[in-house]
């Protein structure tokens, strides 16, 4: 008999994803839930009053609705000789349960297990996702807030360009994971049950089991549905085919797709500031990061995140042309795909996830190196403060432009040639020119003055107006009742989550 280290295996499974999510889509899980499935279809055929299920027959399948390791090898012996998946399990259940033979699937196709089997997948994956997508904003959040004063080096079109500030450029990773935590929630809250719909949707293998009775067949829907947990939230899809819409998928592929990109986005910020040494993603005791060179800390992580997250944004392709691929009531040529694509698309949100926390948990800052790019960087930008300066002496704003153009050139071309430091503050102090505004020159060049709101857009953003209120304020709002304070946008979409809501309030209170 094989190892298993002579088959191959996923690395999705042996490397990079949760034990929850790889049991959510084992095939134990999936086929209990088929289990499960057809237990909820007799126990309603028989609260509707179909006298050929008995109560001895539902209790041999409540008895072993999970299937143990033994039926596993009989379900596959059942399959090669019948060439079917869904019969293969029925037959096997029967073994099990013996008095429920005659009225496994009674009046199903197999879509009633396949499909809603996989809606229930679909709908637990993503409560598994959602609050670790919450866990990794609460993160940055937290990150944001106690940096949102360090300036730093803005970069537009690869260049430096004005400053903005460490916290400030986080909450733009923020903002795409919150349209992605709204994304994936949207495509949770639209999931529908598909229900008792029967072979082609027209439910009329059920009319027929109960003699022409619509209401009877109606409730049949409506229980089944109920048992799923599907009824408030998500009701049983009034028209299918004889499965639901393969569109469904795309829907939630498209939202895991669009997280994806937002992966390779944040791991390509942090790799360019690692190679810029302003920050780093954690680095452990022992970790190797070359082979040969053994000085090197390589950020491995978010690599692996960009990766990963390559393959995730590319997954709903496969949705589409399958959906796009679909005749009528039904081919069967959704299926291998779709045992491959929804599964894996889960399994690399999962891993991205775990990747993305662990990297946004422990973000190593240099700011003496964000510092000295700043400096090297500052006196250009600082130039049109200076002509305001200027200005406001009495001094031509032309001519203060042209004297600044010249030496700015000069410190260019010098650096260029020599690899020195920019010396245009040294050629401005060295200047008769500049001896009007020479005692304000250091309040002109603090970095801390070319950041705008960086830092209020930070608290606004994450906390809210209640954020820019001091303690004195913040304890006299009981009073204040006619006052509206507006809550974050973070706080906002977090409140879903008040585990992780709690976290980032305690955090706020330490800005």
């Given amino acids: 008999m094989e190892e298993n280290h002579d088959i191959y295996q996923t690395p999705f499974n042996s490397r990079y994803c949760s034990s929850e999510m790889k049991k959510l889509f084992s095939p134990r899980t999936r086929f209990s839930t088929w289990r499960m499935l057809w237990l909820w279809l007799a126990e309603a055929e028989f609260e509707l009053g179909l006298e050929c299920i008995t109560a001895e027959a539902i209790a041999q399948m409540k008895a072993h609705l999970d299937i143990r390791d033994e039926e596993f090898a009989i379900a596959e012996a059942q399959e090669k000789r019948l060439r079917h998946d869904v019969m293969a399990h029925i037959h096997t259940y029967a073994l099990a349960a013996p008095k429920a033979e005659p009225i496994i699937h009674l009046g199903a196709t197999s879509c009633f297990v396949t499909d809603n089997a996989d809606l229930i997948l679909l709908r637990d994956g993503l409560e598994l996702l959602l609050p670790k997508l919450a866990t990794v904003i609460q993160n940055l959040s937290d990150f944001a807030l106690r940096n949102k004063d360090l300036p730093c080096l803005g970069y537009t079109h690869g260049q430096p360009a004005q400053l903005v500030t460490v916290g400030k450029r986080t909450c733009l990773w923020i903002q795409d994971l919150l349209m992605d935590l709204r994304n994936i929630e949207r495509a949770h809250d639209d999931l529908r049950f598909r229900g008792v719909k029967g072979t082609t949707g027209t439910q009329a293998s059920y009319l027929a ?239 801390k003055t070319f950041i705008g709101r960086a830092p209020e857009q930070v608290v606004e953003f994450i906390k809210g107006d209640f954020g820019l209120l001091d303690k004195e304020q913040q304890d006299k709002l009981p009073a204040m009742e006619h006052l509206e304070i507006r809550k974050g946008e973070v706080e906002q979409a977090l409140e879903r989550y008040p585990e992780v809501l709690l976290n980032i309030q305690m955090a706020g209170m330490h800005c």
């Fill in 209 to 447: 089991l109960f003699a022409g009775d619509h209401e009877k067949v109606k409730d049949l829907d409506r229980l089944v549905t109920k048992k799923a947990k599907f009824d408030s939230i998500h009701p049983a899809h009034q028209i299918t085919g004889q499965t639901y819409s393969r569109k469904i998928d795309l829907d939630v592929l498209t939202a895991l797709g669009s997280f994806g990109a937002t992966c390779q986005r944040i791991g390509g910020d942090v790799r360019h500031l690692a190679m810029m040494k302003e920050m780093e993603e954690p680095f452990e005791a022992d970790q190797i990061g070359s082979s040969a060179m053994a000085y090197k800390r390589n950020p491995m992580r978010s690599e692996r995140l960009c990766s990963l997250g390559r393959y995730l944004t590319n997954v709903p392709k496969n949705a589409a042309e399958t959906y796009a691929g679909q005749w009528f009531e039904r081919t069967l040529d959704d299926s291998a795909i779709r045992r491959v694509t929804i599964p894996e698309g889960f399994l690399c949100a999962d891993a991205c996830l775990i990747i993305l926390s662990n990297i946004c948990s422990g973000f190593v800052l240099y700011p003496a190196v964000i510092s000295r790019r700043i400096q090297e960087q500052l006196p250009f930008m600082a130039t049109e403060n200076l002509i305001m300066a200027l200005s406001a002496k009495g001094v031509s704003r032309q001519e203060s432009h042209a004297e600044i153009r010249r030496l700015s050139m000069l410190a260019k071309e010098e650096a260029a040639n020599t690899g020195g430091p920019n010396d245009l503050l040294d050629r401005i102090r060295d200047t008769e020119f500049f001896q009007p505004i020479m005692g304000e020159l250091e309040q002109l060049l603090d970095p």
